[in-house]
């Protein structure tokens, strides 16, 4: 079991690096606005469930099933990494060669280049994933806060930058672009994992018992959230889908907020104490009740 002081540590950074993103964000959010179209942000939303779906077969429940495995080895983290890296470039490529069919389905021929700088986005952020993971697991949230913070700093001031020299929908394709480099880069050179030329199918398997549970609840809850928009950009006008998007990602703040706040930090910490089953039942039904009585409040208030 993590001692209660560390705990407290990872709750602190933890919140300290989802409140000063979230709001630089919507800071950023606000100046964009008046700077960009509602089409630009309709255009850039239209990609979110190929972009997310993909995310997660890039990943298959391998980061989480990392986190919740106590006996972790080295060659593991590195059977892990080249295979997130290999998937990395298939579902890349494959996402850019269904480009012309995703621009096609929406009658939007800017979103087939759009579509092959994200999966672009997709293969570079592979190369982070075990460290952010394993920071996760270690509850070193301090490095993933300033990892976090210097990259939503650098990509907002890209973001401004080319949407006042008029780059339009590009100036949200470059946030995400110069956000994921930037971490990339931090991640390498603020945590000392390296990976070693070891690959295992034994060990991909033995993980996907419990990774690939969570990969097949992610797909139906991305397709879930993001199906309106879809739908929306289908049979209506794309700065409709833009204003539903903003909107929509304006009353989720608070609630992502604290949400993420309790389970980016009580994932690892129930890992720890998997095996005492009664005190994980414990422990997940006072982060249950401590969420709903701060999320009721909000979601009331803003109805």
Same mark, same amino acid.
């Given at each position: ?167 339009? !929908?590009? #100036?949200?394709? %470059?946030? &995400? ?5 930037? =971490? /990339? ?6 945590? @000392? ?64 907020? !604290?949400? #993420?706040?309790? %389970?980016? &930090? ?5 890992? =720890? /104490? ?6 994980? @039942? ?22």
């Amino acid at each position: 079991m993590v001692d209660s002081r560390r705990i407290g540590k990872a709750v602190f950074w933890n919140a300290l690096d989802l409140l000063t993103r979230s709001g630089l964000k919507l800071v950023v959010l606000v100046v964009l606005a008046r700077w960009l179209r509602p089409a630009d942000f309709g255009l850039f939303a239209m990609l979110a469930i190929f972009v997310a779906i993909a995310q997660l077969l890039i990943e298959s429940g391998f980061s989480q099933a990392l986190i919740q495995r106590q006996d972790s080895t080295h060659a593991d983290e590195s059977s892990i990494f080249f295979f997130n890296l290999m998937m990395g470039a298939v579902v890349a490529v494959l996402l850019c060669l269904a480009s012309p069919g995703v621009a096609a389905f929406y009658a939007q021929p800017l979103l087939e280049p759009m579509t092959c700088w994200m999966a672009l986005n997709l293969f570079i952020n592979t190369f982070g994933g075990i460290h952010t993971a394993l920071l996760q697991k270690e509850l070193d949230f301090e490095t993933l806060t300033k990892v976090g913070f210097f990259a939503t700093l650098v990509s907002s001031g890209v973001a401004l930058g080319m949407a006042a020299s008029g780059w339009g !929908v590009w #100036s949200l394709v %470059g946030q &995400v672009l110069a956000n994921t480099i930037v =971490s /990339v880069i931090l991640l390498w050179l603020l945590h @000392a994992w390296r990976p070693t030329w070891m690959f295992s199918f034994a060990t991909l398997r033995s993980y996907f018992r419990f990774g690939g549970w969570l990969l097949w609840t992610s797909l139906l809850y991305v397709i879930y959230t993001n199906l309106y928009a879809m739908m929306i950009g289908k049979l209506h006008a794309v700065q409709d889908v833009g204003y539903y998007t903003q909107a929509r990602r304006l009353q989720q703040i608070p609630i992502n907020i !604290v949400t #993420s706040m309790a %389970g980016r &930090v009580s994932f690892p910490v129930y890992a =720890s /104490v998997a095996a005492d089953k009664q005190k994980l @039942a414990r422990g997940l039904s006072k982060a249950t009740r401590a969420v709903v009585f701060v999320t009721l409040p909000l979601m009331l208030a803003i109805m």
